[in-house]
């Protein structure tokens, strides 16, 4: 099949761009500018590849781990914050996001999302309702955060058979765990968007004497309905099915897309010199509207306890013990029209124990415990599931062997699941799954000199399937559908290969890779072709059942430094021009019929050429994604998009004080753009064109 270039503004020159970044990456000899720059290495060089994971096992670098993974801190994360983690995260390579609407967007990893992505705060659950449904939002904002850690590919060795999709980790250190003698630090935080006519602002004070430290923060957010290009629904939507009678498009603005939220946090910790050990308590509540129902919305409060800890070389040959764990009050009401109609409730706590030892016999490593409790019920008028107490105890390790140029990463993990349902008036008897899930993992890293990294990894996964693939039975407003579970599901089992090649000194720097992934008894939801009426309004019904899948992509991440100083002045006083370039794509289907997968999240290209001169900066950002043709069965297709944002910066630092300020130009050409991941995208498209402007105090 020949392809043309029609849009060569949009694709081509991005494409020849990237096609070049991964011709550099590979480049056996160094250019005259490669060998003048490398003398003295920049700051900015070597900044991705060395910031340290705390997800991974061993708290290395991401050029030293075996699997992929990507950190979001500094101001990076704060030009890319929005309201949801999935839509802060979404231009991460392999990333995107599963958006319903400005308050309820999850991130979806290499094509999986739900259940399958373990989204954590601080390495602990969430314990909230979000992986049940599209339109439930996670329950922290983005505010206060410091870094997010994404592990890309299964992660199930660590944090368990949810996370054979992947790992979120946002880290917003509520509990103090270094010394702050006699010393206040803090952070202020101001934003304004146009678009929806929102606010931002949040503050984080934190403080100590001795051994004692206090961590304080709050944050207030809110924002009107946003504004559209144009019509919501698509052209094929709307011939599809077309409106009654008297009825016009909706044009403009995305009714029901506001939200308000607010939360507290307060922790106090001890800390000496063999350890510490601290709480915190968070409060936190959204309220927001639902983009598919112009009458619902959703009331959501959680209160959360965090206990962490951790002793300092104990005993002989330990390094370190780790010990955390966090409970949670969950629930959230949605209501129809101002009526309280279903209530959701998830009660349940999460605890880990890790245990860092020295080399034994060549070995470094880690061993574990992990045991969490979710007990959640839903009432009211769409109560689709009954009351379920699922609990998960587990042990794991991982261990690292070194020997010169070559690292050897390897572990296992074993998880003990029940999943039951109680007895119920309106969906009968008591039911209890219990699955013994086994995962391992072999990864190897070839550091050849400080410049490349080759890391190759083989994991083997199992997933136990959820209380709702297990019990649902009834209707889903949200995806409009009458979903039917299945008692008789087995284990989910994958296995999976991934290889990347990374390259951290030098005039280009990044990393390119590919993967694969094929799955057994891959739960999914299937039309029957079945329609129920419920009040009034049609639900396709849906069932829960097993096939088998396979998912092949690639990811590309590179940044070209064109100018960087040869001098070792700091970094706010050098000049600086990068341009950066990321891709992925990812191809998932039904081996059994052949059929791609539904959500599947297109091409995705971007590029963003940023400058620094002295305290001054400037980003400008191109964002394509390509059509989605690969479909489900019933699944529309998604036309392609190219977004265009611009941002300024300027920093103002006296003495310990930093001020940044900041304003970004959001989709200045107005494009109707929507997302292939996305049950509303023929319905609700991305917001139209704005300006976010704001600012970051931090002393």
């Known amino acids: 099949m020949q392809t043309t270039c029609t849009y060569p503004s949009r694709l081509c020159l991005p494409f020849l761009l990237a096609l070049a970044s991964c011709g550099a990456l590979f480049a056996e000899s160094d250019t005259p500018i490669q060998q003048a720059v490398r003398k003295p290495v920049s700051f900015e060089e070597e900044i991705s590849m060395d910031e340290m994971v705390i997800t991974a096992p061993l708290d290395r670098p991401l050029f030293q781990q075996a699997q992929s993974a990507s950190v979001l801190s500094g101001q990076n994360l704060s030009l890319a914050l929005e309201p949801s983690l999935g839509q802060t995260l979404a231009r991460l390579p392999g990333v995107s996001s599963s958006y319903f609407g400005p308050a309820s967007s999850r991130p979806i990893i290499r094509g999986l999302d739900g259940d399958r992505v373990r989204i954590l705060q601080n390495g602990l659950n969430t314990i909230d309702a979000s992986a049940t449904s599209v339109d439930h939002a996670v329950s922290f904002d983005t505010s206060n955060l410091k870094s997010v850690e994404v592990v890309r590919g299964p992660a199930t060795l660590l944090y368990g058979s949810n996370a054979i999709g992947g790992v979120v980790n946002s880290i917003d250190g509520r509990i103090v765990d270094e010394k702050i003698d006699g010393t206040i630090r803090g952070a202020l935080n101001g934003r304004y968007s146009s678009v929806d006519n929102g606010y931002l602002s949040s503050v984080m004070i934190e403080g100590g004497y001795k051994g004692l430290a206090f961590h304080v923060e709050s944050f207030t957010r809110a924002a009107e309905d946003f504004r559209i290009p144009g019509n919501a629904r698509t052209t094929a939507e709307q011939t599809t099915n077309p409106l009654p009678p008297g009825d016009t498009e909706t044009r403009k603005i995305m009714p029901n897309s506001n939200l308000r ?65 966090a409970t949670s009050r969950y629930q959230h009401t949605e209501y129809d029209g101002g009526i309280p109609g279903t209530l959701f409730k998830n009660n349940g706590y999460d605890a880990r124990v890790e245990v860092k030892h020295e080399k034994i016999v ?22 689709f599931l009954p009351p379920t107490i699922t609990q998960a105890d587990a042990v794991f390790l991982y261990e690292d062997i070194s020997r010169g140029p070559l690292s050897f990463q390897f572990g296992g993990r074993y998880d003990h699941i029940s999943v039951e349902s109680l007895n119920s008036a309106a969906f009968g008897p008591a039911l209890a799954r219990r699955f013994d899930n086994l995962s391992s993992s072999v990864g190897i890293v070839f550091t050849p000199n400080d410049e490349y990294a080759i890391a190759f990894t083989i994991n083997r996964a199992e997933r136990a399937p959820t209380y709702q693939e297990l019990f ?9 559908a009458f979903e039917i579970g299945n008692p008789n599901l087995q284990q989910e089992k994958s296995l999976g290969f991934d290889l990347n090649v990374r390259k951290r000194i030098g005039w280009v720097t990044g990393s390119v ?7 057994s008894n891959f739960i999914g939801q299937f039309p029957t072709g079945v329609v129920h009426v419920v009040g009034g309004e049609n639900y396709n019904e849906l069932i829960y059942q097993a096939t088998n899948a396979e998912f092949i992509g690639s990811e590309m991440e590179a940044t ?65 994604a390509a059509p989605q043709s690969q479909l489900a069965m019933n699944e529309s297709r998604t036309n392609s998009y190219f977004l265009v944002n611009l941002t ?20 200045l050409t107005n494009e109707d753009a929507r997302e292939h991941t996305s049950v509303l995208k023929d319905r609700v498209p991305l917001p139209g064109r704005g300006i976010v402007a704001g600012l970051k105090l931090t002393f």
């Open 261 to 325: 939220s607010e939360g507290v946090t307060s922790g106090l910790s001890y800390i000496w010199d063999k350890g510490f050990v601290g709480f915190a308590w968070t409060e936190f509540h959204t309220n927001y509207g639902s983009p598919a129902e112009q009458n619902v919305v959703i009331d959501m409060h959680q209160q959360r306890l965090d206990v962490r800890g951790a002793f300092y070389k104990p005993l002989p040959r330990i390094k370190e013990i780790n010990y955390k764990i």
């Open 362 to 383: 060549g070995m470094e490593g880690v061993v574990g415990y992990q045991s969490d409790r979710s007990e959640f019920s839903t009432s009211g008028d769409e109560a």
């Open 472 to 480: 649902a039975n009834g209707t889903h407003a949200a995806t409009g």
């Open 513 to 519: 890779g590919g993967y694969y992934n094929r799955y």
């Open 560 to 624: 070209f430094h064109l100018l960087h100083p040869i001098t070792s002045e700091p970094p706010e006083h050098q000049n600086n021009l990068h341009l950066q370039l990321r891709a992925d794509v990812v191809r998932a289907r039904d081996t059994k019929t052949g059929l791609s997968l539904p959500r599947i999240p297109p091409f995705h290209l971007s590029s963003t050429l940023s400058m620094e001169h002295g305290p001054f900066g400037a980003r400008l950002e191109g964002i394509y």
């Open 648 to 667: 300024l910066t300027y920093r103002i630092v006296q003495g310990p004080t930093t001020l940044d300020l900041y304003v970004k130009g959001m989709n």
